[in-house]
């Protein structure tokens, strides 16, 4: 299934180019460097992610092109926001303290949503392009989805996010979008988002960087009828390590729950999705695979007990 292929005006897939184009020149060549991948490559596996979580349900014949538009449009845009100190309420300058850094990745979904707005405003003062200027009235939507994007901000069955009507008559199902848009942002995880170098540097809480830890054992996250399963790459002899034991908890707990979040509204309209945990099995490295990076010590991981 491909999302593209619902948008049938020429319009909209040239607005869409244009929007692709916009957001990619933004993420591949950042300013502010991050321990994790926003780059466009993460963008295009949200939306793989939302096309097999949509592959054979009655949901994809039932969204219009008006929704598959403003949901790949929001999937391109909802973490250019990582790439702005200034919409994050801080002064611009060449370099960044860890702390400010925690402050713009705290507050990206809320300045990529302020970047968007203000990007079809002849006045505002910080304003980018972002290939928007020829669909304003699709604007307010992808602002809304990339402000949401992130689990609980705000609570799924928030009366923000309630179904909104375009000028077309057409509706718009802002919660279903938000529920595609955060489960396909939460299962693109794997060792190649994480850059293990900025991460052991950071100084996050104990309990972020587990969670970061978790992606670099998992090679990927497989989604195909329905099911959700993870595939883990672990070392050799993992079986009794208690540390390898909390990253597969830590990865479980974590997809279960944001599934658990948005279930019961995909499932409402046919898109009927359950996690299927297995038991991990030994993952035999490949050369183009990476490099394991050896277990942080259990005394450090277990601090502040972060499975909990």
Known sequence: MNLESLLSSSELKTHLDSIRAAAEKILE??????????SISHSK?????????????????????HEAFIL??????HDIGM??????????????????????????HESSAKMIEESIKPHAEKKIFLGLDGCKD??????????????????????????????????????????????GDELHRDYQRVKMDQLKIWPIPVSSKFYWWTNHYTKSVHIENGKIRVIFRLPE??????????FIDKTR?????????????????????????????????????????PNPSAEVIFEKNPRH
Request: glycine residues 4%; aromatic residues 4%.
């Open 138 to 183: 699709y604007v307010k939507y992808i602002s809304l989805l990339a402000k949401s994007h992130r689990r609980g901000k705000p609570d799924i069955s928030s009366s923000d996010l309630k179904d909104c009507h375009m000028p077309q008559s057409k509706t718009i199902r802002i919660r279903l979008l938000v529920a595609l848009l955060r489960l």
């Open 72 to 77: 790949l449009a929001s999937a391109y845009l």
């Open 237 to 246: 002899n993992h079986e009794n390590d208690e540390v390898i034991k909390a």
């Open 45 to 65: 596996c949200v939306i793989k992610n939302i096309e097999l979580l949509l592959d054979g349900s009655p949901l994809t014949d039932r969204l219009n092109e």
């Open 83 to 108: 790439q702005s100190a200034y919409h994050a309420g801080l002064p611009e300058k060449d370099e960044y303290s860890m702390e400010e850094k925690n402050i713009i990745r705290d507050k990206h």
């Open 253 to 293: 707990v974590s997809i279960n729950e944001q599934l658990g979040e948005v279930q019961d509204i995909l499932w409402d309209h046919g898109c009927r999705l359950r996690f299927v945990p297995h038991d991990p099995e030994r993952d035999i490295e490949k050369e183009n695979e990476g490099i394991l990076e």
């Open 29 to 38: 060549a950042p300013r502010l460097t991050h321990f994790t991948d926003h």
